[in-house]
T-cell receptor
């Protein structure tokens, strides 16, 4: 079983600045995957980035990067050059050896100011 | 480019009524999932189907049943709706387990209110 903790209920950032959204996880699985999803106000869930527990390098996808610190059990999402369209709820999720089952955190609401 | 399609998008039920939420995916994925999202909380897994012909309970299965009708379709049934089941329901599918970089693809959700 996994537990995901997102300690920032809300975050604010100026347009064009970088922002880090925190995520810590707890799992008993030796192998696991970490995901970040974006949920805009329209409600759909949009996949952003994935990190495998045995991946040597931090994952990057365009303006998104995942700061993976295995010893600290953290998987923070870094968004560079924030845009107004980045305003949304962001969820961290983890999955382990139970095939495909994901556990989600409570989410962080990001607001980007012009 | 439909991906995961959920029907209906909105529904209002009275306590005790039954209802089936439909989900279909056109990506030839093996695994399908049902989640619920309550205000201030992340998604919680209700049931999942690792492959056609199998279903298993997730974190919050009580009050629900599922059917994996074929590889494309995975339905969620509320036999006797309760106000506590008021939520947004998401269906998702994925190609393989979490040890690849293939994410779960989500439908747009069903907003269900039970009075």
């Amino acid at each position: 079983a996994q537990k995901i903790t997102q300690t920032q209920p809300g975050m604010f950032v100026q347009e064009k600045e970088a922002v880090t959204l925190d995520c810590t996880y707890d799992t008993s699985d030796p192998s696991y995957g970490l995901f970040w999803y974006k949920q805009p106000s329209s409600g759909e869930m949009i996949f952003l980035i994935y990190q495998g527990s045995y991946d040597q390098q931090n994952a990057t996808e365009g303006r998104y990067s995942l700061n993976f610190q295995k010893a600290r059990k953290s998987a923070n999402l870094v968004i560079s050059a924030s845009q107004l369209g980045d305003s949304a709820m962001y969820f961290c999720a983890a999955g382990g050896t139970s095939y495909g089952k994901l556990t989600f955190g409570q989410g962080t609401i990001l607001t980007v100011h012009p | 480019n439909a991906g995961v399609t959920q029907t209906p998008k909105f529904q209002v039920l009275k306590t005790g009524q039954s209802m089936t939420l439909q989900c279909a995916q056109d990506m030839n994925h093996n695994s399908m999932y049902w989640y619920r999202q309550d205000p201030g909380m992340g998604l919680r897994l209700i049931y999942y189907s690792a492959s056609e012909g199998t279903t298993d309970k997730g974190e919050v299965p009580n009050g629900y049943n599922v059917s994996r009708l074929n590889k494309r379709e995975f339905s969620l049934r509320l036999e006797s709706a309760a106000p506590s089941q008021t939520s947004v329901y998401f269906c998702a599918s994925s190609d393989v387990g979490v040890f690849s970089n293939q994410p779960q693809h989500f439908g747009d959700g069903t907003r269900l209110s039970i009075l």
